[in-house]
C-alpha cells in the first residue's frame, strides 16, 4: 500500500480544509496517508513515504508562515530523489504576489529532488467545492502514481 504524507500550514482553517480534502482522494485510491501540520512534523519524516503533498497559506506578500519557517529550513540538505510531490496552499489576490509561498514550497521540492506531479492547486482564502474536488483529484492522481512506482 503506498504512503503519502501530507504536510500542512492553516491559519484559519482553509489550507487544513484542502488537506482534508486531498486525503480523502488519497485514501479513496487506497493509499495510507498521514497528515500533519508543519509544527507537529519534522522534514526527517518525508523520507519514510512514497510521496509527499505539502501545503502552506501564503503570509502578507508571497511570504511563507511564521509556523512553517522550521520546517521549511529543515528540509535543507534532504535527497527527496525519486519521491513523488505535490503542492497547495490558499492565498489574497490583494497582493501582489498571489500565493507565493506555494510557488516557493514548490521550488525547495524540486532543488531537493523531487519529482513534482500534477499541478500546483492555489485558491482564494477558502476552497469552492470545485477546488476540494481538485484536491481530491490531485490525492487520487498522487496514490496511483505511488501504487505503480511501488
Not at 500533519?36 to 497559506?57: S, V
Not at 510531490?85 to 521550488?107: H, K
Request: charged share 30%; aromatic share 8%; with cysteine.
Amino acid at each position: 500500500m503506498p504512503k503519502i504524507l501530507v504536510v500542512y500550514a492553516s491559519m484559519t482553517g482553509n489550507t487544513e480544509e484542502m488537506a482534508e480534502a486531498i486525503v480523502e482522494g488519497a485514501k479513496e485510491a487506497g493509499a495510507e496517508v498521514v497528515s500533519k501540520e508543519a509544527f507537529d512534523a519534522t522534514a526527517d519524516e518525508l523520507n519514510h513515504y512514497d510521496a509527499i503533498i505539502i501545503g502552506a497559506y501564503t503570509w502578507g506578500n508571497g511570504e511563507l508562515p511564521d509556523e512553517f519557517l522550521d520546517f521549511f529550513e529543515e528540509m535543507d540538505g534532504l535527497d527527496l530523489s525519486g519521491k513523488k510531490a505535490a503542492v497547495f496552499g490558499s492565498g489574497d489576490t490583494s497582493y501582489p504576489i498571489y500565493c507565493g509561498a506555494v510557488d516557493t514550497i514548490e521550488a525547495k521540492l524540486k532543488e531537493l529532488g523531487a519529482e513534482i506531479v500534477g499541478e500546483c492547486i492555489k485558491f482564494e482564502y477558502n476552497a469552492s467545492e470545485e477546488e476540494k474536488e481538485q484536491g481530491r483529484r490531485l490525492g487520487r492522481q498522487i496514490a496511483g502514481l505511488v501504487a505503480v512506482a511501488g
